[in-house]
């Protein structure tokens, strides 16, 4: 399958500081990419849609303001915490979307805030 | 909105064993379902999929079966390997409304296979 990269793969950061993940697309262009968050034990959450050249479209009770996304071109999207607290600490993860029912995942990045 | 329930883990199987990890939905429409594994250190991978009731997803030796009349998705395998040990994910595709072609996901089952 096609490969997505994310980068870092780990952060370790001060609360206050901002955090900015890369997730990229590897072998083709996706217009659409996906932000997802995975807490403990527990599913994965949607936190937004990344558009290329567009606005990104947050889920319901996630901070635009807080959580911004980037998808200036068709490989790379970015996610900046910012302002991060330690409640922020979370496994952040990345698709790219091929077609309707197809997306490829990045490998997560964890982010503990301190 | 969509949901997705599976099975807690962790799963501990044998090696050769037979493997079930349960799945139902609730969904407004008729969504996608899919099967996604992570490996230790990798990004989800899908594992197999159905996009309509009665269809049967396969691959690896892995079976899913789109049920409709009880909203569910059961994941099954008849010989399990060591390699399979991983994370498993039911998700759907959502059909309509806010929903639409986003992914709903379980909360993941963990599956250990000893040798």
């Known amino acids: 399958g096609a490969v997505v990269s994310q980068h870092p793969s780990r952060v370790i950061c001060k609360s206050g500081t901002s955090v900015k993940i890369e997730c990229r697309s590897l072998d083709f262009q996706a217009t659409t990419m996906f932000w997802y968050r995975q807490f403990p034990k527990q599913s994965l959450m949607l936190m937004a849609t990344s558009n290329e050249g567009s606005k990104a479209t947050y889920e319901q009770g996630v901070e635009k303001d807080k959580f911004l996304i980037n998808h200036a071109s068709l490989t790379l999207s970015t996610l900046t915490v910012t302002s991060a607290h330690p409640e922020d600490s979370s496994f952040y993860i990345c698709?790219?979307?091929?077609?309707?029912?197809?997306?490829?995942f990045g490998p997560g990045t964890r982010l503990l805030v301190l | 909105g969509d949901s997705v329930t599976q099975m807690e883990g962790p799963v501990t199987l044998s090696e050769e064993a037979f493997l079930t990890i349960n799945c139902t939905y609730t969904?407004?429409?008729?969504?996608?379902l899919f099967w996604y594994v992570q490996y230790p250190g990798e990004g989800l991978q899908l594992l197999l999929k159905a996009t309509k009731a009665d269809d049967k997803g396969s691959n690896k030796g892995f079976e899913a079966t789109y049920r409709k009349e009880t909203t569910s998705f059961h994941l099954e395998k008849g010989s399990v390997q060591v390699s399979d040990s991983a994370v498993y994910f039911c998700?759907?595709?959502?059909?309509?409304?806010?929903?639409?072609?986003?992914?709903?996901f379980g909360q993941g089952t963990i599956l250990t296979v000893h040798p």
């Open positions: 998700a759907l595709m959502g059909a309509g409304g806010t929903s639409y072609g986003k992914l709903t």
């Open positions: 969904a407004t429409g008729y969504p996608s």
């Open positions: 698709s790219a979307r091929l077609n309707q029912e197809t997306q490829y």
